[in-house]
């Protein structure tokens, strides 16, 4: 094979002509004929064993050639990129397939290349940087959040109150009549849970064990049945049973039987370190999401399309197989957010493009700084994921995807780069408002009410 030529064309696309010699075409066909020849039937030769010569003498020469070229095609663009060193960041298309007298082929591909960065500043950039701060508040939430967790449920000789769950029966009646769907024995109701129609719930505060209710309620506008929407309902209720919810106190021993802590001062230490870590993570990201705004709005490139189109689709089928692992379908999906395919796809484009500029300018940025992946870097991040899922390093290594991981690795330490170069600026403080001004405003805003 030869690269006989490759002609640039805007919009970073170029033309990669390329020639595959008769001996290499030759053996392509040989090899698709070797594959089809199973199914050829020809007069005088059981089926499968007509010679080749023979078959091209029936159907033309040409019979197989359409088939070898897309044998051979692969290979030879393939050949090309290897050859010229070119970064294709898309499929290629085959524009013209000649086969020449000498039984040579030319192949003309084209083929959209990684664009031409040009960057401007990325060192010495301003932003604001939230300060990491971690409220008693968020800790007590957490410590909370696991005593919900690990409460237990015992009856309640009392009347129901919030937070309660009370075992009920119940049937549903629009106009006197009862409607399908609204009828259920023994049913456990957490009180406060917002799981039944609104104001449902609530009138249940006060019944004990035993006793009868009447629940009037209204359904929303917005209800799924459509036969319900809007109409007002009384539902026949008859309690069985109240149980009331007991917390763990939040004590050291409590804090033995939830964590490897042996003391609620240290469980709450450690809590308090994976909330500022979180907060770190999440201000660092915020941080370079401002910094890198400011470095695409710098560079220069030029887009194509279909690198666009092919990057928006890949999230597209990203989200797909996200949701699919959750068992949701992604028709059902779109139907949930009110969309379609296309108008989804179609929002999706802004990302792909706000994605792509960034990766192409962090990547730029490794270029010019010389920056590398290394086997410890490569290692380092397996390692994670191994402790993370409890395998092997040398398990994860199979599977996974190191050249994926390398891009994502060398986007992380460009993206290093421009945070400890930049200056991180305080936040700025809150504008003061003196109180004869905000009675004032408080005053406006009355007026324009009783106007409305």
Not at 78 to 104: G, H, T
Not at 284 to 300: I, P, S
Request: net charge negative; with cysteine; proline share 4%.
């Amino acid at each position: 094979m030869e690269v006989k030529s490759i002609e640039k064309k805007e919009k970073n696309s170029a033309d990669i002509t390329v020639t595959v010699t008769p001996e290499e075409f030759e053996a392509a066909l040989v090899k698709v004929f070797n594959k089809n020849k199973k199914n050829i039937q020809i007069p005088g030769f059981r089926k499968g064993k007509a010679p080749r010569k023979i078959v091209e003498a029936m159907y033309g020469e040409s019979v197989f050639y359409e088939d070898a070229i897309n044998e051979v095609a692969p290979d030879a663009y393939f050949f090309s990129v290897k050859e010229k060193e070119l970064k294709p960041v898309a499929n290629p298309s085959i524009e013209e397939a000649n086969v020449e007298d000498d039984k040579s082929l030319t192949l003309r591909f084209n083929a959209i290349l990684y664009p031409e960065v040009e960057l401007g500043q990325y060192k010495g950039l301003e932003a604001v940087r939230k300060a990491v701060k971690v409220d008693p508040a968020e800790i007590d939430m957490e410590v909370d959040q696991l005593r919900e967790r690990n409460a237990t449920v015992q009856t309640a000789e009392r009347p129901a109150k919030f937070g309660d769950t009370v075992v009920l029966d119940y049937e549903g009646f629009i106009d006197g009549v009862p409607f399908e769907g609204g009828k259920d024995e023994k049913h456990s109701l957490e009180i406060g849970s917002n799981s039944f129609i609104p104001g449902f719930e609530v009138q249940l505060i006060g019944v004990s064990a035993g006793e009868d209710a009447e629940v009037n309620v209204t359904f929303p506008e917005d209800y799924h049945a459509e036969e319900l929407k809007g109409k007002p309902a009384v539902f026949k209720c008859h309690v069985h049973e109240v149980k009331e919810k007991l917390l763990p106190e939040a004590d050291d021993e409590f804090a033995k039987d939830v964590s490897e802590f042996d003391t609620l001062a240290d469980f709450r230490k450690n809590i308090e370190d994976k909330l500022h870590k979180q907060k770190e993570d999440k201000t660092r990201d915020d941080f370079l999401d401002l910094l890198l705004a400011q470095v695409v709005d710098g560079m220069k490139v030029d887009l194509n399309d279909a690198m666009v189109e092919q990057r928006t689709q890949q999230m597209v089928e990203d989200i797909a197989q996200r949701i699919q692992q959750q068992g949701i379908g992604l028709e059902t999906y779109l139907g949930w957010m009110g969309t379609n395919l296309a108008d989804f796809t179609k929002s999706q484009r802004a990302n792909a493009e706000k994605t792509i500029r960034q990766e192409l300018a962090l990547n730029k940025i490794a270029e010019l700084e010389n920056i590398t992946v290394t086997d410890e870097d490569r290692d380092g991040e397996l390692q994670k994921l191994a402790d993370q899922y409890g395998m092997e390093l040398d398990t994860i290594k199979t599977f996974m995807d190191t050249e994926r991981m390398d891009e994502s690795i060398l986007y992380k330490k460009a993206a290093d780069l421009i945070i400890e170069n930049a200056v991180a600026l305080p936040e700025p403080e809150p504008e003061k408002v003196e109180p004869a001004e905000a009675e004032k405003a408080a005053e406006e805003e009355k007026a324009e009410d009783k106007a409305e």
